[in-house]
């Protein structure tokens, strides 16, 4: 199984500061690689698959990199709304796995 | 717009059975591969069954293979999930999702609560 490492945990940052997020996958799963975005008492929303492509509707403030096992999502300013939990997930092998996620708090 | 709407769920003893469904609306339902993924309290994601289109082939975790099923009718648009022998592990809101074309969930429902206890 693909175990995937998300880090930091938690997170708080300042209004309109650049935020990244980092997964670590255990191993190769190409570009196979999304972002979901949790906030509280709400469903997972999909913010980015395919590593770096942007779901309708997201905003360009959100982007994500990587390739190989290192993967990362970047809010470029963070605004109140983008207070939330944040998951990655492998879909290059089944099981399909996740990452433990980061809570991502406004200072 | 894409509409999931979760229902079934339910407190059950530990060992018992349980089954969740799945209304989906606002796409072409046969068209897409459908999946279940739970969320115990305050923890994590975790992927629990993945059907195919015409639900002929199923995908499932270690954690629940042999134990849950997951089905679909392409006809009504509804998405099941059979969960036999659970236990307390099991306790978790469990999400209906729309898989996109590269495996990963572009769409979810609300959610639905399943609790097991004594």
């Known amino acids: 199984d693909i175990q995937m490492t998300q880090s930091p945990a938690s997170l708080s940052v300042s209004l309109g500061e650049t935020v990244s997020i980092e997964c670590l996958a255990s191993?190769?799963?190409?570009?196979?690689l999304a972002w979901y975005q949790q906030k509280s008492g709400k469903s997972p929303q999909l913010l980015i698959y395919?590593?770096?492509r942007l779901q309708d509707g997201v905003p360009s403030r959100f982007s994500g990199s990587g390739s190989g096992t290192r993967f990362s999502l970047k809010i470029s300013g963070m605004q109140p709304e983008d207070e939330a939990d944040y998951f990655c997930?492998?879909?290059?092998?089944?099981?399909?796995?996740f990452g433990s996620g980061t809570k991502l708090e406004i200072k | 717009e894409v509409q999931l709407v979760e229902s079934g769920g339910a407190l059950v003893q530990p060992g018992r059975s349980l089954k969740l469904s799945c209304a989906a609306s606002?796409?072409?339902?046969?068209?897409?591969?459908m999946a279940w993924v739970r969320q115990a309290p305050k923890k994590g994601l975790e992927w629990v069954a993945t059907?195919?289109?015409?639900?002929?082939?199923?995908y499932y975790p270690d954690s629940v293979r042999g134990r849950f099923t997951i089905s679909r009718d392409n006809a009504q648009g509804s998405l099941s999930l059979q969960m036999n022998s659970l236990k307390s592990e099991d306790t978790a809101t469990y999400y209906c999702?729309?898989?996109?074309?590269?495996?990963?969930?572009?769409?979810w429902g609300q959610g639905v609560l399943v609790t097991v206890s004594s």
């Open positions: 999702a729309r898989h996109g074309e590269r495996i990963h969930f572009d769409s």
């Open positions: 606002g796409f072409t339902f046969s068209h897409s591969y």
């Open positions: 059907i195919s289109t015409r639900g002929t082939t199923t």
């Open positions: 191993g190769a799963i190409s570009n196979d």
């Open positions: 395919g590593t770096s």
């Open positions: 997930q492998q879909s290059y092998l089944y099981p399909l796995t």
